[in-house]
């Protein structure tokens, strides 16, 4: 900085002796910034070399996370958004092999003994005496998956609360999209197919995807949150194999869908949203029709939420 300020007040009081350098030849200050920027640039494109080189390596992907989280401050946002998505593609992509390391009826047994519900991996490490199992459930912990488990099964999925920290450095469709998935990954919307969400709960996240799609629909993720968006708002209106929105014999909605989606009307009253308008207009007919899945309702359904 000090060179820069010299150069700008040689500028000022010598000014042919400036002109006539700045004939073919840097000044001291545009040669220190040149070099400044050239160093950066070497800077960035070796974090992300090595980064890349961790990420094709197999079973590197802890090494690859945690040299994430240390470099990607000193990155453009540009850079960390490329960085942080390949991340989650190789986390996509090696998922299978983590989930077949636990698959075995030996470990499920093991981390069946110790399991209570809610725990993390991080809670059955400190839980168990076995080396062998520590090591496992610390590796793939470390590799960014959380434990979940449904019908009797232990599993891994992608800790998105882990990418937060990514987040803070990327776009801001990318930072948004990680706020979508870390949600999910903080608490499935549906296990063994029936509903593990509210309702409120339920229409909130389609309300958020909705967002996203209408801010960012050229975003590089925009595919990934369509899917889910249109997954939720077919549970909306239909509900889930075993959590179904209407009663099988009394052909009534579910009390609380009811009421989970007025308070959502309620609160977006106003709201020019589409899912928001079809809402109202399908607890409006549920209000014509004593909230019975009629022949009248299963033909708005039909028409407006066809099921293919």
Do not use: C
Not at 140 to 157: C, H, Q, S
Not at 208 to 216: G, I, P, R, T, V
Request: aromatic share 10%; proline share 4%; glycine share 6%.
């Amino acid at each position: 900085m000090k060179k820069i300020t010299k150069a700008y007040l040689m500028l000022a009081t010598v000014t042919f002796t400036v002109q006539t350098m700045g004939l073919g030849y840097p000044s001291q200050a545009e040669a220190a910034v040149s070099t400044t920027t050239t160093s950066q640039s070497e800077s960035v494109q070796g974090i992300s070399k090595t980064f890349e080189q961790l990420l094709r390596q197999p079973g590197k992907l802890p090494q690859a996370f945690a040299y994430l989280q240390k470099h990607i401050q000193s990155i453009p946002a540009s850079q960390a958004t490329i960085m942080t998505l390949h991340l989650e593609n190789a986390q996509t992509k090696q998922l299978d092999s983590y989930s077949q390391a636990l698959y075995p009826a030996s470990v499920q047994t093991k981390i069946n003994t110790i399991y209570k519900p809610g725990d993390s991996f991080t809670n059955v490490i400190s839980h168990t005496k076995d080396t062998n199992l520590k090591k496992l459930l610390t590796q793939t912990r470390d590799a960014g998956y959380k434990l979940e488990n449904a019908e009797g099964m232990y599993y891994p999925v992608i800790n998105y609360e882990k990418y937060k920290v990514f987040g803070k450095h990327t776009t801001a469709d990318i930072r948004s999209y990680i706020d979508i998935m870390a949600v999910e990954s903080g608490q499935a919307a549906t296990k063994d197919a029936a509903l593990h969400i509210g309702y409120q709960q339920l229409s909130g996240r389609v309300l958020a995807q909705e967002d996203f799609l209408n801010k960012y629909p050229h975003s590089n993720r925009t595919l990934a949150v369509k899917g889910l968006h249109d997954l939720y708002y077919f549970y909306t209106f239909y509900g889930t194999n075993n959590t179904p929105l209407f009663d099988y014999d009394t052909k009534k909605i579910h009390p609380n869908a009811k009421k989970g989606y007025q308070l959502v009307i309620q609160r977006n009253s106003g709201s020019a949203s589409p899912y928001v308008q079809k809402l109202k207009a399908f607890v409006a007919l549920l209000d014509q029709n004593g909230d019975k899945h009629t022949a009248q309702v299963a033909d708005w359904l039909k028409k407006n939420v066809p099921t293919s």
